[in-house]
């Protein structure tokens, strides 16, 4: 079965600086896509970013770019630039063609100091 | 598109009682899921449908859970006797093959 672990519970990060959220996931498939979603107090999910895992290439999305390491399954978020807005809980997902399920893993709680 | 919208967005009931719990996905979509939402547990995935078809429920806890999907266009969750350990927030979300999860706003359910 697909998991995906998320080994920072809480992370704390001073404003203007760069973060990074760890993730690494556990899977068979050779095809299949990788998100980051943050959910601030509003409780409303919001997709941060996504990656498929055919591009070698990191996904980016102005102030928020991933590490995405294949053959060490990692999936790691940099935020850079830390706004108090980034503050939320962040989860990161999986998602494998054959059975469509996301699998998320267990969130990092991202305090951003000002 | 309004995006996924779940009803009610707050639900208080007493133990015992019945729950629905209601999810429009956005048009087009053709999957969609229902997850659950704890402190200790994080999300859980109850139960996803494809083209309205129940695709893997073993995520639903015990048969006091219920789901179905009667058109492309609405869904319910039920939990009918509500236990206090129920209480979470239990989020509808839908998508296409490939794409990313659309999330409702989900709904705040205490059993009180």
């Known amino acids: 079965a697909q998991t995906v672990t998320q080994s920072q519970p809480e992370m704390s990060v001073q404003e203007a600086e760069t973060v990074t959220l760890s993730c690494t996931y556990d899977?068979?498939?050779?095809?299949?896509?990788l998100f980051w979603y943050k959910q601030p107090p509003s409780r409303q999910m919001i997709l941060v970013i996504r990656?498929?895992?055919?591009?070698?290439q990191n996904a980016t999305e102005n102030r928020f770019s991933v590490n995405f390491q294949k053959a060490a399954k990692s999936f790691s978020l940099k935020i850079s630039d830390s706004q108090l807005g980034d503050a939320a809980m962040y989860f990161c997902?999986?998602?494998?063609?054959?059975?469509?399920?996301?699998?998320f893993g267990t969130g990092t709680s991202l305090t951003v100091i000002p | 598109d309004a995006g996924v919208i779940q009803s009610p967005r707050h639900e208080v009931t007493e133990m015992g009682q019945e729950v629905t719990l209601r999810c429009k996905p956005i048009s087009g979509h053709d999957y969609l899921f229902w997850y659950r939402q704890t402190m200790m547990r994080g999300l859980e995935l109850l139960i996803y449908?494809?083209?309205?078809?129940?695709?893997?429920d073993s995520g639903m806890p015990e048969d006091r859970f219920s789901a179905k999907m009667p058109n492309a266009s609405f869904s319910t969750l039920k939990i009918q006797p509500s236990e206090p350990r129920d209480s979470a927030v239990y989020f509808c979300?839908?998508?296409?093959?490939?794409?990313?999860?659309?999330f409702g706003s989900g709904t705040q359910l205490s059993v009180l």
């Open positions: 997902a999986y998602r494998s063609p054959p059975g469509n399920q996301f699998y």
């Open positions: 899977t068979s498939e050779s095809d299949y896509y």
């Open positions: 979300a839908s998508s296409s093959m490939g794409q990313k999860l659309f």
């Open positions: 990656q498929e895992a055919y591009k070698q």
């Open positions: 449908f494809n083209n309205n078809v129940p695709i893997d």
